[in-house]
């Protein structure tokens, strides 16, 4: 089995060389064959020039050089497009993660297609980083209905035909258990060591979990709307359209017989609402009309084949 280990790197020049070190002790130890995938996510600093010789010398290494910092998400996916092995481990370049919990996580695919690394013990600042995560955990465990402790665990394992063809951008890789378990993957979440970043800086702020908010927004809509979206907008179109021509209605009635109406603020509200539930309505087909482009065109799948036995 080849176990392709994916690793983002962005301005981590203090960390590149022991992290490479402790990769290659740990999975020349593991028994499996194993490539290194290290990708350089625009660093300004020193942490190309220390990855070359690396790659020059040692086979088993490979680079991909963003030309700008394109952000984590487009590293892993990167990573999943690039990566030859059977199964995808990524791991934070920053140490924090440990690499010696990789033959634990790679132990497991086969029994399950996804290993999340759980930072029981996370060594990060308790205000800006934990206390936001909690709640993020929590909202995205009900939201997405996949229950994980620790969604933003840089320590994952995959089976490679689980992430090969997953659509990332912005902080979508956060979710990536729980669309995957959407396709019917089977999911299991394992302590991991976590320590706290010794050399070099964190790159993301309390302003990433507004992200992750606004992201969990669109998951859920592509979750539960994506193939549906008059379902979505239908409804509440319907009800509007509906209201606002009864209460037209109304006002009809009483101005033929004989009230004046031009004054009343009712009046405004069931305009209002007409205009509202025809636009809505629109919407929807506007979305369907979308949506059928989107799978008639690229032939998107109704539906996802298993390509291998549950076995290793
Ligand atoms: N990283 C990256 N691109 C970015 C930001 C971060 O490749 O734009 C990498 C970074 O080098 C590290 C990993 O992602 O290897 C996790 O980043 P960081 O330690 O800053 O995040 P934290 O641990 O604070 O959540
Ligand atoms: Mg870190």
Redesign the pocket.
């Known amino acids: 089995m080849l176990v392709s280990v994916v690793?983002?790197?962005?301005?981590?020049e203090e960390?590149v060389e022991e992290l490479y070190n402790a990769l290659k002790s740990v999975m020349d130890e593991d028994g499996n064959d194993y490539e290194l995938l290290f990708?350089?996510?625009?660093?300004t600093d020193k942490?190309l020039d220390i990855l070359e010789p690396f790659e020059k010398k040692d086979p088993k290494v490979r680079l991909l050089r963003f030309r700008r910092?394109?952000?984590?998400a487009?590293?892993w996916a990167a990573g999943f497009d690039h990566a030859k092995g059977d199964v995808i481990v990524t791991?934070?370049?920053?140490l924090?993660n440990d690499p010696k919990d990789i033959p634990k996580l790679v132990s497991l695919i086969g029994e399950y297609d996804v290993v999340n690394g759980w930072r029981k013990k996370r060594k990060?600042p308790f205000v800006i980083?934990r206390f936001p995560s909690i709640i993020a955990n929590w909202l995205i465990s009900r939201v997405t209905g996949v229950q994980l402790r620790d969604y933003?665990s840089?320590l994952k394992a995959y089976k490679a035909e689980v992430v090969k063809n997953m659509n990332m951008y912005g902080e979508m890789h956060r979710f990536i258990p729980a669309v995957a378990s959407w396709y019917g993957v089977k999911i299991i979440e394992v302590e991991t060591l976590h320590h706290p970043?010794r050399r070099?800086?964190?790159?993301?702020g309390i302003s990433?979990t507004l992200m992750v908010i606004l992201d969990l927004i669109t998951v859920k809509f592509l979750q539960s709307f994506s193939t549906k979206p008059m379902q979505a907008f239908g409804p509440i179109g319907l009800a509007c359209g509906i209201i606002g021509f009864a209460i037209n209605l109304y006002l009809a009635f009483l101005w033929f017989s004989g009230v004046p109406i031009g004054h009343r603020p009712l009046l405004l509200l069931g305009v209002l609402l007409i205009i509202i539930g025809i636009q809505l309505i629109c919407m929807g087909l506007l979305g369907e009309m979308l949506v059928s482009s989107y799978h008639e065109g690229q032939k998107k799948p109704l539906y996802v084949l298993k390509t291998s036995s549950n076995s290793k």
């Open positions: 690793v983002p790197l962005h301005n981590e960390n990708i350089d996510d625009g660093s942490t910092n394109f952000g984590k487009a590293a791991i934070d370049g920053d924090q990060d980083r933003g840089g970043r070099g800086q964190s790159k993301y990433r």
